[in-house]
T-cell receptor, first 118, second 111 residues
Framework: GAVVSQHPSRVICKSGTSVKIECRSLDFQATTMFWYRQFPKQSLMLMATSNEGSKATYEQGVEKDKFLINHASLTLSTLTVTSAHPEDSSFYIC??????????????FGSGTRLTVV | GEDVEQSLFLSVREGDSSVINCTYTDSSSTYLYWYKQEPGAGLQLLTYIFSNMDMKQDQRLTVLLNKKDKHLSLRIADTQTGDSAIYFCAELTGTASKLTFGTGTRLQVTL
């Protein structure tokens, strides 16, 4: 089945630095990827929709200059948290819309990245 | 946005059945999904149901959909300790085909 690889799984960075998270579709081409943020004991909140070759679509309240998304190829989307602060500490999960023989397409999730800003 | 509600916590004994409920608000949802999340991990798709179906069974999992009440449930038969996790329902809505997740139900399986 469709596999999405997300790296790193865990990162600790200093306040003020930037962190890049990668999301790769391993065995399929993903024209659309999604980035979610999950706070402890809470649900997933969609941050942005990443479309290959075009600008990402951000959800209301998400700062596009803070969370830079690049989807330069059909297998890779990156999320860069710029000038990170402790309040950016969270679990970030990517998802790719993958071909599915039953659903036409399904949503496959990466394993998540735990970001801690100190 | 649309709110998808779930109860926060469910505790069952090993071998019993678990029923996790979900109430959604968008009547135009086309697909409804159930995902499982183990600690520190991403989401694993368990099952899904198309909006024109009332019920779907897949081994130990049974999904019931009541469109009139916008109510979705997931029944896990013969619940095992390995089923302990957080379960999210999600609906696929809108022209952008975005997933909206429920608040999540933590299932605890006791011996």
């Amino acid at each position: 089945g469709a596999v999405v690889s997300q790296h790193p799984s865990r990162v600790i960075c200093k306040s003020g630095t930037s962190v890049k998270i990668e999301c790769r579709s391993l065995d399929f081409q993903a024209t659309t990827m999604f980035w979610y943020r999950q706070f402890p004991k809470q649900s997933l909140m969609l941050m942005a929709t990443s479309n290959e070759g075009s600008k990402a679509t951000y959800e209301q309240g998400v700062e596009k200059d803070k969370f830079l998304i690049n989807h330069a190829s059909l297998t890779l989307s990156t999320l860069t948290v710029t000038s990170a602060h402790p309040e950016d500490s969270s679990f970030y999960i990517c998802s790719a819309r993958a071909p599915d023989r039953i659903l036409n397409y399904g949503y496959t999730f990466g394993s998540g990245t735990r970001l801690t800003v100190v | 946005g649309e709110d998808v509600e779930q109860s926060l916590f469910l505790s069952v004994r090993e071998g019993d059945s678990s029923v996790i409920n979900c109430t959604y608000t968008d009547s135009s949802s086309t697909y409804l999904y159930w995902y499982k999340q183990e600690p520190g991990a991403g989401l694993q798709l368990l099952t899904y149901i198309f909006s024109n179906m009332d019920m779907k069974q897949d081994q130990r999992l049974t999904v019931l959909l009541n469109k009139k009440d916008k109510h979705l449930s997931l029944r896990i038969a013969d619940t095992q300790t390995g089923d302990s996790a957080i379960y999210f329902c999600a609906e696929l809505t809108g022209t952008a085909s975005k997933l909206t997740f429920g608040t999540g139900t933590r299932l605890q399986v006791t011996l």
